[in-house]
């Protein structure tokens, strides 16, 4: 096998392949519990949510196709068994467990913003420990894809609507109330 020469040392690689195939796990435990989610809705919110995570499983197995081939790219190989992602990844499963449709969109929200931190540490590993900012630069991009999944989560949770000019009603009550 010919030596990859892309000014990594072979700890430099090693090092951000590690980081990128907990991030690899992450995503394949997050995009099975999205799925999961997504076939065991039920209730008033079903077509929404049932719609909003298909996009995001989607876009999930797009990430993880992309995290494989980076791992690749590094000369690495990604791992691809059930027990590695449950051994490398940090989602927690609820096994024989079918939460209300606001408690799954509650987890996943938890889900995705474990994932925000992780990534947004291995961000920092890669540049600064491992010198490898192409690396940094994709799990960047990653995280900002996490941040808005978890805002569009958090936006059906909090379902509470917002008065024309922007303001909480309950703040406008509040505010004549004391007038």
């Known amino acids: 096998m010919r030596k990859l020469n892309i000014g990594l040392s072979d700890e430099q690689r090693a090092g951000v392949i590690e980081l990128l195939n907990h991030d690899l796990a992450d995503a394949y435990l997050l995009l099975i519990k999205t799925k999961k989610y997504h076939w065991d809705v039920v209730g008033p919110q079903f077509r929404s ?13 797009e990430n993880i196709d992309a995290m494989a081939e ?9 791992i691809g068994t ?3 992602f449950l051994k490398y990844g940090s989602i927690k499963e609820h096994m024989g467990d079918l939460p209300l449709a606001t408690e ?4 996943l929200v938890d889900d995705h913003e474990l994932v925000i931190r992780n990534l947004r540490q291995h961000v920092e ?4 420990e491992f010198n490898d900012d192409g690396t940094a630069d994709f799990l960047t991009g990653l995280m ?3 941040e808005q999944m978890a805002w569009m989560l958090r936006s059906f949770i909090e379902g509470e609507s917002l008065a024309p ?4 009603p309950k703040a406008e009550t509040a505010t004549a109330s004391h007038a």
Do not use: F, N
């Open 70 to 78: 980076r791992v690749r790219t590094l000369g690495g190989y990604p």
């Open 165 to 168: 000019d922007g303001q909480h």
């Open 49 to 61: 949510l049932h719609q909003l995570w298909e996009e995001h499983y989607q876009a999930l197995t």
């Open 104 to 107: 799954m969109v509650s987890r």
């Open 144 to 146: 900002e894809q996490h």
């Open 82 to 84: 059930a027990e590695g």
């Open 125 to 128: 590993q890669c540049g600064e």
